[in-house]
């Protein structure tokens, strides 16, 4: 949760200061540009366990005045203890049954997201800037041993520091947080709401290869 915090909090500093702070004007950056794709691949930043969750992020963004309206479709694999805590009465197995167990976690946000340049002040570095973007979800998560696939809202925050190589490529590097709650169908009618839910929860970390027109 705390990196969730952390970044919304500067998400809703940077639109506070927008109309303030002339370098958090994206168009001053890039001026004739309004669609933006990025293609990001991310791993779990624990370095002893690099690869217990990975993903693959493709967002577009079209700007408007000083944010940028983002969608987001996101696929990522991961073992089930890496993902989400175990809840028997939601998947009828233990904790043994599902250990390194790898899950299929699939979600299609829609956010905002907002460019500022306070490293290319601290660094020195005219051709750095940052994004910061927050998405409510809809998720699909699924694990092998488990028949149903659980679905349900979530919301997801990124933020982005990030090269600008040409007026039309950048490359970045991201962190990643994902909030969740997904359940599974109902089995039986006297079944509660927690009684079927998992939360997902994970933090991941990668490049991010971006491409404006």
């Known amino acids: 949760m705390k990196y969730l915090i952390i970044l919304l909090t500067i998400f809703f500093s ?75 009465s939601a998947t009828l197995l233990t904790n043994a049954g599902l250990f390194n167990e790898r899950a299929t976690h699939t979600s299609l946000g829609v956010g905002a997201m907002l460019i500022s340049h306070y490293a290319r002040s601290l660094f020195s570095m005219d051709d750095l800037y940052e994004t910061t973007s927050a998405y409510l979800t809809y998720n699909m998560f699924k694990t092998p041993s488990v028949a149903n696939t659980f679905t349900g809202p979530g919301m997801m925050a990124k933020y982005s520091l990030c090269k600008k190589y040409s007026d039309f490529f950048s490359v970045g590097a991201n962190l990643n947080y994902v909030l969740s709650s997904v359940k599974r169908a109902e089995l039986v009618m006297t079944e509660t709401s927690s009684s079927k839910s998992l939360t997902l929860s994970y933090v991941t970390m990668g490049i991010d290869f971006i491409f404006t027109l």
Do not use: C
């Open 14 to 88: 940077n639109y506070a200061l927008a109309n303030e702070m002339e370098y958090l004007d994206a168009s001053e950056f890039s001026p004739s540009f309004t669609n933006r794709f990025s293609v990001q691949a991310d791993i779990n930043p624990n370095l002893r366990q690099l690869t217990s969750i990975s993903n693959f992020n493709f967002d577009y963004a079209a700007k408007h005045n000083v944010y940028w309206l983002d969608f987001n479709f996101q696929i990522s694999s991961g073992t089930f203890d890496k993902m989400t805590i175990n809840n028997q």
